[in-house]
């Protein structure tokens, strides 16, 4: 597996408690939670604590492929931080408060089938899909 991770960020126009609820409350993350509009998270489920479970299912919507996004917590700085483990490989999610918007980075262990410029992509269209989201409800 390579050893170098892969970060993505994003400035999110709203406070730190803000990002940090839609980006952890499963009731958000159901609406934001996919790289393209073809797909979509119909369930997802968040135990927010160190051994706790992340569950979210992704899906084409035509039913045509599907998989469940499945991550257990081994830190948590309660409203700045937190990381995961998902099938060997780890990432870590942090969030800044700078003046009025609220710095989102991720950075993850990457996997071996997909080129780290496709894993790049893929995750940062999620993350731009959480930055619409939040900022516009």
């Known amino acids: 597996m390579p050893t170098e991770k892969i970060t993505i960020k994003t400035a999110v126009s709203a406070n730190a408690q803000k990002v940090w609820d839609y980006y952890t409350k ?15 998270c119909p369930s997802a489920s968040n135990d927010l604590k160190v051994g706790g479970r992340f569950v979210a299912r992704m899906e084409a919507k035509d039913g045509s492929f599907g998989f469940d996004f499945d991550a257990t917590y081994t830190e948590i700085n309660q409203g700045k931080s937190f990381s995961y483990e998902f099938g060997g490989r780890f990432a870590t999610v942090e969030f800044n408060e700078q003046q009025d ?23 940062q269209a999620i993350l731009d899909n959480f930055k619409k989201y939040t900022e516009t409800n």
Do not use: Y
């Open 101 to 123: 918007q609220t710095e989102v980075r991720i950075s993850f262990d990457p996997e071996t089938d997909n080129s780290l410029d496709l894993q790049r992509q893929g995750w």
């Open 26 to 40: 499963p009731e958000h993350i159901t609406n934001w939670n996919f790289a393209s509009e073809d797909w979509c």
